[in-house]
């Protein structure tokens, strides 16, 4: 099992970037996915999730910007992000587990996680 995250870079505030997380071998595609970022030195935080039953949920400092969705067919897991701010630079990691009730609020709750694609967004 593999997660592979794409479509990070630097971007001015303002800007958009759509991150790619592409999964290899089998996964539970019937339960969570999600996003998670990180700053060097702060803990992983949640971004986004998605559910079994397509609902999304999404961190207040993130809501009506960015917009998680899944390719089930191609095994793609997308983060739109829209309207980034210098506060959005962070790694973005894709993480996939078991979660029933999907929700990104504790990495614990994930098996699988990708390496990671860096934002950078100037002010």
């Known amino acids: 099992v593999r997660l592979a995250e794409s479509g990070g870079g630097s971007i001015e505030s303002g800007g958009s970037l759509t991150l790619d997380c592409r999964t290899e071998?089998?996964?539970?595609?019937?339960?969570?996915f999600a996003w998670f970022r990180q700053i060097p030195g702060q803990e992983r935080e949640g971004v986004a999730s998605?559910?079994?039953?397509?609902?999304?949920t999404y961190a207040d400092s993130v809501k009506g910007r960015f917009t998680i969705s899944e390719d089930k067919g191609k095994h793609h897991l997308y983060l739109q992000m829209t309207n980034l701010k210098p506060e959005d630079s962070a790694m973005y990691y894709c993480a996939a587990g078991g979660l029933s009730n999907c929700h990104a609020k504790n990495p614990t709750d994930f098996n699988y996680w990708g390496q990671g694609t860096q934002v950078t967004v100037s002010s």
């Open positions: 998605f559910g079994i039953d397509h609902l999304t």
């Open positions: 071998g089998y996964i539970a595609w019937r339960q969570c």
